[in-house]
């Protein structure tokens, strides 16, 4: 079974920073899109931003442009989420995506999905 595991999630003081990490056991998935969504309880879940199989393109939200980095290492197989200047209503579970196609923050589009990781962002 592919896993998707996801670490680094916690507590921070907004305007703090946090990097998440999700870990594949399927080096296959390394060859395409991989991404992270976050959900908030009572609401649907949110694209936060992807990366292409090269690892050129990526693409964020609008929530969360210029304050987060999505980056992959493929010796490690490993998806970064690095998150600067958090702010409260980035509060949510996050998870780990992969198997798209094309690239896009459309949840429907991933075949693969970790467990999720709780950020918790207070003032």
């Known amino acids: 079974e592919v896993q998707l595991v996801e670490s680094g999630g916690g507590s921070v003081q907004a305007g703090g920073a946090l990097t998440l990490s999700c870990t594949t056991s399927?080096?296959?998935?390394?060859?395409?899109?991989m991404a992270w969504f976050r959900q908030v309880p009572g609401k649907s879940r949110e694209g936060v931003a992807a990366?292409?199989?090269?690892?050129?393109?990526?693409m964020y939200g609008v929530p969360v442009k210029g304050r987060f980095t999505i980056s992959r290492d493929y010796a490690k197989n490993t998806l970064y989420l690095a998150m600067n200047d958090l702010k409260l209503e980035d509060t949510a579970v996050y998870y780990c995506?992969?198997?798209?196609?094309?690239?896009?923050?459309?949840?429907?589009?991933?075949?693969?999905w970790g467990r999720g990781t709780q950020v918790t962002v207070s003032s």
């Open positions: 995506a992969a198997g798209a196609q094309f690239c896009a923050l459309r949840d429907s589009d991933y075949t693969h």
């Open positions: 399927d080096v296959l998935l390394t060859n395409l899109c």
């Open positions: 990366i292409n199989a090269a690892g050129g393109n990526s």
